[in-house]
């Protein structure tokens, strides 16, 4: 029942005219979010786990027949719904861009129709975070960036699928144990600033830290001043080096992180502490991590949180789920700044002989483009999965490789140019009928 | 296991200290996001059920084990671990201000603790919502919102929270048909493009729309052109005629609003059909909407989505849980523009005798200030709520009534005023105490 009332209403209009046959939908985002040259493909699980549970219990066949809009014989042919169909896709961890569909859907109209809220739902989130995550990391420029969002984040669900999306996309662990747990990823936190004041000084709450845990301690040292703090972390590795251990890191939490890393480094060496890492966390975000790198911050490790875990400067796109297909009938939408193009697609990438990303073809199902590889694959068929989760290892691995085949220039913070993508011939010129039939049908005898 | 590590390890820290007297933390925000000059509390319904329910299942337990860095006493504590404290808060609906506790926790410090990454979480996002919504609501002036945000929220959380939070906030209905069954509102939808796609003509779309639904047909009319789709619904309206029905809407979803409801209305009207309303959506957020009513656009219905239902321009907030006292001491933070202010709070609101806002005093829990309304209710008590929970109309009510006393200064879009928001001389007096105090024990020494 996660799904918009309108999904069900569709359905049984569809049912009542009797409309059983198969439907294609593709998710595409129309228009990058501001300073957006790339997505990254996230969110592709969870809908073929949605997918693969599809029903509505009971309880929700009686709520809606509470409603007293839908007839019993809808009902009854609801309670048995399951998804049939199949499922192409780019594989998460894959970069795509504009137009290109991150997944088709084709399965009989209802079903396909069913799924939308959820799949529109899911992916954009996770695109979107992996997306925003995937910057920080590029800004970073090989620095270790933990995801502490959790606190701030649009909900639970989007907690952990930061966690996991900004995971795929290069970030070293989640301070979110329950994502850690779910996802199989490292979990990391140090401690707040309650932490702190709830001891009669700073000095004892950072050797109770320690005495707690000696071999990974990080101490936060801006609860009343961060020098001062530096000072009493000095102190408290000192005394770690007595009993044989080291201090870990420091963490700054507020203030100016240029300067105070500087200080902070300068204390730490000074003191023989050349061993202790700086972290910097709080209100951090790509377009901050690159200035702290370019201007030689010694700063080691980074948290982020609120700014990267609700995608700050672009917490949303305009992803879309348009039918592209039905009965055979390629079919789309002509409304203005929202035209969407016909027929199930496949998108073939090209590469330089460097193995650097040349261009995207958008291009039809049936067609084939030699010499570029076909991005969307068959994840689902039959309403069965076609091959286990691929671990998410692996997806991370993908992301990398294929990030490091985008040329820079495309991953600038700001401004970036657009990556060449284009639509093959049969594919324009199926538009152009498309769009002639339906402004003949449904327009011209009015204008 | 909803929470960040650090909790989990302050915690083990806290406990081999022996630290077990009660802690009070406040949950509070800085400052307002662009534009806002008051928040509405929502989320308490939330914190006070994971409240209830806090613990941590044997499977945390050995997963928490497996991480190897938690003591054998620790997790055998933490297997015990329940909610027993109490919770004061201002109640779901009302109006509050920056600096204002919006709810305050008083138990045994490490349960305090362990919670914090819920609370902010959810109180976070569904004051957040509730207050963007509060924003539509006032635009649109006494015209009907649905909330078709679920597509497009940050994660199926996020959409559930998004359709109750907007109904406290006065939107008439969801398209969420999960959320209108979990919180008993009014779900609310018509049709999708796909729909009109889906047949070989939007005619065909439309009649089939009606068969199935004569007595609450809305019509999406910009499929392939807006006023030819009128022209259409036109069509359809007066065969409904023909069997005794009524065509209730037409939608409106791309181009410009204004001048298409203009001409829609007049199709409408001079077609004899003027009853049936128009309805607009795309797009939307409180600065459009503004806008169209004030042009006098006839539109007598909107769907807000996206940009609603992600806090678009403010998709976050400084909202903040701080340790304020502990084991009968009142402690703050000096971090820079973090400080906080010491000690468990009450806030006192003070009317015009004209029944509206005049300003608000925050001042210490036990203070009295006559002639003012304390404003946090004591909602949980040794663990358990002290009463069942408030009806949502109950909520939608309490908002309106707290709304309608605030000036209409403080409710403009952009660069409102601030709302008068004083500290008693008391709490000032113990604030400048405290201070002192921490500095003369963690920084001065080392200055």
């Known amino acids: 029942m996660f799904t918009d009332l309108y999904e069900l209403t569709m ?12 439907a294609t939908f593709s998710l595409f985002t129309r228009t990058y979010p501001p300073n ?11 809908v073929l786990d949605y997918l693969s549970n599809l029903n509505f219990s009971g309880r929700a066949i009686d709520y809606l027949r509470a409603m007293g809009i839908f007839s019993d014989d809808f009902l009854e042919f609801l309670r048995g719904v399951r998804f049939t169909g199949s499922v192409r896709a780019i594989p998460e961890g894959r970069l795509y861009f504009t137009d290109e569909p991150a997944v088709e859907i084709t399965a009989p109209l209802i079903e396909a129709q069913l799924v939308e809220t959820f799949i ?18 590029w800004a970073a420029q090989g620095r270790g960036i933990a995801d502490f969002a959790s606190r701030r984040t649009q909900g639970t669900d989007a907690a952990l699928k930061m966690a996991r999306a900004s995971y795929i996309a290069g970030f070293s662990s989640t301070s979110n144990v329950l994502a850690a747990s779910i996802y199989g990823m490292p979990p990391a936190g140090t401690m707040a600033h309650s932490f702190i004041s709830s001891f009669p000084s ?28 530096t000072w009493n972390a000095v102190q408290v590795a000192k005394e770690m080096e007595a009993d044989g251990h080291h201090l870990t890191a420091i963490r700054l939490d507020s203030g100016d992180f240029d300067q105070l890393s500087r200080q902070v480094r300068k204390i730490l060496d000074d003191s023989g502490l050349d061993h202790v890492k700086i972290l910097a966390s709080g209100g951090l975000d790509e377009y901050e991590l690159e200035t702290l ?40 939408k002509l409304s203005p700044d929202k035209v969407s193009l016909p027929g199930a697609k496949q998108v073939y990438r090209t590469k330089h002989s460097s193995g650097m990303f040349a261009k995207d073809i958008i291009a039809l199902d049936d067609e084939e483009l030699p010499g570029g590889l076909p991005l969307l694959e068959e994840v689902m068929k039959d309403g069965r999965r076609t091959g286990p989760p691929t671990a998410l290892e692996d997806v ?6 294929d990030f490091s085949d985008l040329d ?3 991953k600038v913070l700001k401004n970036p140019p657009r990556f060449p993508v284009s639509v093959s011939g049969k594919l ?3 538009t152009a009928e498309v769009r002639e039939k339906a402004l003949g049908v449904n327009v011209s005898d009015s204008d």
Do not use: H
């Open 202 to 229: 700073e000095l004892d709450a950072f050797r109770a830290y320690a005495a707690s845990f000696p071999t990974r301690t990080v101490l936060l040292v801006d609860t009343y001043d961060t020098i001062a703090g």
């Open 120 to 137: 529109i739902n899911q992916v954009n989130l996770q695109s979107m975070l992996a997306t925003k995550a995937a910057r920080c990391v």
């Open 11 to 22: 359905s049984q209009a569809f049912f009542r005219q009797g409309m059983s046959a198969t």
């Open 293 to 332: 790198v370019n201007n030689g911050a010694p700063i080691d490790l980074f948290g982020v949180g609120t700014k990267a875990g609700v995608s700050a400067d672009a917490p949303w796109s305009d992803m879309a789920y348009k039918l592209v297909c039905f009965d055979g009938r390629p079919v789309m």
């Open 36 to 46: 957006r040259a790339y997505f990254v493909s996230a969110g592709l699980e969870d």
């Open 408 to 410: 820079e220039r495309f």
């Open 428 to 430: 324009e010129r199926l």
């Open 396 to 401: 991370r691995m993908r992301f990398q490789e």
